[in-house]
């Protein structure tokens, strides 16, 4: 059972926008904002999205924004497109002994 | 442009070790901003951080509690290169293992922004 907690599945029509929660404790995502998410395509590496909560790196796109409210941070993706089909992870550093905390991981769908 | 190569076999024998390296261009194992980690992600387990090294006028390395007891990773300074081994291998290390960069430009090195292509290593007789 992953540490943090997200929905196994969204999905969304070109265009819309959805938004991806992750749920953690005072112990990792309310207590730190080392906050980052991954895009995971099938048999690919993971892809840093979002990191430090909020933060992009550079050359990924305006579309992808994250935020972070008590425990719960939230990935959203603006005017989705096919191409963001893929499996994304939430992670936190945590201050438990794993050091670092993943989500199980939300499949999106784009309709 | 930072790439990890990585290599290694995709099949070991129950308590063996299993061995993977991480070979880098584009940077330093050696940098004093950088981090070298290796995670696994498995369909039991997820994404599962596993360790690193690093170096800070000397060197370093940090594993999880879960392997600590069996695990080594290794820097190379001549092959610029790290490496990891993961002793007495049970059918549970079965996983797609991935060598990956801690951030320089984030906050923590604990988000990784460049990985390896990732191995497939199998533990079965």
């Known amino acids: 059972q992953s540490a943090l907690t997200q929905p196994a599945s969204v999905s969304g029509s070109p265009g819309q926008s959805i938004t991806i929660s992750c749920i953690g404790t005072?112990?990792?995502?309310?207590?730190?904002?080392?906050i980052s998410w991954y895009q995971q395509h099938p048999g690919k590496a993971p892809k840093l999205m979002i990191y430090?909560?909020?933060y992009r790196p550079s050359g990924v796109s305006n579309r992808f924004s994250g935020s972070k409210s008590g425990n719960t941070a939230s990935l959203t993706i603006s005017g989705l497109q096919a191409e963001d089909e893929a499996d994304y992870y939430c992670?936190?550093?945590?201050?438990?002994?794993?050091?670092?905390?993943f989500g199980g991981g939300t499949k999106l769908t784009v309709l | 442009q930072v790439q990890l190569q990585q290599s290694g076999p995709g099949l070991v024998k129950p308590s063996q070790t299993l061995s993977l390296t991480c070979a880098i261009s584009?940077?330093?194992?050696?940098?004093?901003?950088?981090?070298w980690n290796w995670i696994r992600q498995s369909p039991s387990r997820g994404l599962e951080w596993l360790g690193r090294?690093?170096?800070?006028?000397?060197?370093?390395?940090d594993y999880a509690v879960s392997v600590k007891s069996r695990m080594t990773i290794n820097p190379d300074t001549s092959k610029n290169q790290f490496s990891l081994q993961l002793d007495s291998a049970t059918p549970e290390d079965t996983a797609v293992y991935y060598c990956?960069?801690?951030?320089?430009?984030?906050?923590?090195?604990?988000?990784?922004?460049?990985w390896g292509q990732g191995t497939l290593v199998t533990v079965s007789s």
């Open positions: 990956a960069r801690g951030c320089t430009y984030c906050s923590t090195t604990y988000h990784f922004d460049y």
């Open positions: 584009g940077d330093s194992v050696s940098s004093s901003s950088a981090a």
């Open positions: 090294t690093y170096y800070r006028s000397k060197w370093y390395n």
């Open positions: 005072s112990s990792d995502v309310g207590g730190y904002n080392y």
């Open positions: 430090d909560v909020s």
């Open positions: 992670s936190s550093y945590t201050i438990s002994s794993t050091r670092v905390a």
